[in-house]
């Protein structure tokens, strides 16, 4: 399953969609584990498994389901981190 490939606008309704199956507090001790394993397969490198162990943890305590870490890590990804500048030369 690769999940770092998806397009940006894709990767937002997937996260958003994760993010509300995080809110039902039930399911909790399942969802844990897999929102982790998915926030590292969507975003690759470093960010990528901070994310995930932030979003295990996020999601395994009890209180903590309404954030939206999904959707926080992909305005991180796509809106707030600074891109390298590319120099033209002529």
Known sequence: MNLDNLSKNQKLVLGI???AIGMITFIDIIWAP?????MTKMYAGRKGRV???FSFIEEIL???DVIPS???MWFYT???AKKPKT???K
């Open 78 to 80: 796509y809106v707030f």
């Open 34 to 38: 897999l929102s982790g394993f998915l």
């Open 51 to 53: 994310a995930g162990m």
């Open 17 to 19: 969609l994760f993010d």
């Open 70 to 72: 999904f959707t926080i």
């Open 87 to 89: 120099i033209q030369v």
């Open 62 to 64: 009890p209180g903590f």
